[in-house]
Nanobody, 125 residues
Framework: VQLVESGGGSVQAGGSLTLSCVAS????????MAWFRQYPGKEREEVAT???????TRYADSVKGRFTFSTKGYDTLYLQMNDLKPEDSATYYC????????????????????WGQGTQVTVSS
C-alpha cells in the first residue's frame, strides 16, 4: 500500500492550495480517512478526519471554514485549503485505516494504518 501526496508548495497568505492523496494497490475503505500536519519538532496534529461510522468530517478549529476534505472514487483524497495563513505552513500527511469498519471516532490508538510521505506547504505573509 502506498499513499502519495501532492499539491504542496509556496503561496502567499490568503492564497489557496489543493492537496491530493492517491492510493496505489489499495482502495480506501471509508472507515477512517484523514489529513494531518506536522510542524518542525512537533507531533502530528489532525487537520481533517472523515469518520466512517458517522459519515461526518471533523475539522481542527484552526481550519474550520477554510479547509475542505473530499474524496474521489476509492483511491483519492483531497484537502482544499483556502485563505491560507502563515501558521498553516507545515508538512501535510494523508492517512487511512486498513480496516473496513472502525467503531470509534478515529481518534483511538491504531485507527490509522497507512501514511503518506508528506507534502510541504509554505505560506508567506
Amino acid at each position: 500500500v502506498q499513499l502519495v501526496e501532492s499539491g504542496g508548495g509556496s503561496v502567499q497568505a490568503g492564497g489557496s492550495l489543493t492537496l491530493s492523496c492517491v492510493a496505489s494497490r489499495y482502495s480506501f475503505t471509508g472507515a477512517c480517512m484523514a489529513w494531518f500536519r506536522q510542524y518542525p519538532g512537533k507531533e502530528r496534529e489532525e487537520v481533517a478526519t472523515f469518520v466512517g461510522i458517522t459519515r461526518t468530517t471533523r475539522y481542527a478549529d484552526s481550519v474550520k471554514g477554510r479547509f475542505t476534505f473530499s474524496t474521489k472514487g476509492y483511491d483519492t483524497l483531497y484537502l482544499q485549503m483556502n485563505d491560507l495563513k502563515p501558521e498553516d505552513s507545515a508538512t501535510y500527511y494523508c492517512a487511512t485505516t486498513r480496516f473496513h469498519r472502525w467503531v470509534g471516532n478515529c481518534r483511538e490508538e491504531g485507527a490509522f494504518s497507512f501514511w503518506g510521505q508528506g507534502t510541504q506547504v509554505t505560506v508567506s505573509s
